[in-house]
């Protein structure tokens, strides 16, 4: 009796894995995005929750203060601060890229 078996499914994600080795830049909006965002909160996207504390530039958000951030994103989403948040959605990307391609 012959037994055939198909790899490429192995394959596929020997080779997702080996393009996150290393270090990178990822844009925040590529890693908190709106699929991410809506599934963790009642905003839509990244941009409306920041819309929602009046945050609408870069400047506005890199001078947020951490704390009120921090009780802003606790008491609106699914996490228990920014650090958090961030820390799941790179979780969350890390595991699209693995498993980017491959059969489901």
């Not at 394959?11 to 699929?35: D, F, H, Y």
């Not at 506005?60 to 008491?75: G, H, R, T």
């Not at 699914?78 to 958090?84: C, I, N, R, S, T």
């Not at 790179?90 to 595991?95: C, F, L, Q, R, V």
Request: hydrophobic content about 40%; proline content about 2%; cysteine-free.
């Amino acid at each position: 009796m012959k037994v055939k078996s198909d790899l490429s499914g192995l394959k596929k994600l020997q080779e997702n894995m080996e393009k996150l080795q290393g270090t990178r830049e990822v844009p925040l909006s590529e890693v908190i995005n709106a699929k991410f965002v809506s599934s963790h909160s009642r905003f839509s996207d990244f941009d409306n929750l920041l819309a929602e504390i009046g945050v609408t530039t870069k400047e506005q958000f890199e001078a947020l203060p951490d704390e009120e951030f921090d009780a802003f994103i606790a008491a609106n989403t699914d996490f228990e601060g920014w650090l958090d948040m961030q820390q799941q959605a790179m979780s969350a990307y890390a595991a699209a890229k693995v498993t980017e391609g491959l059969k489901r």
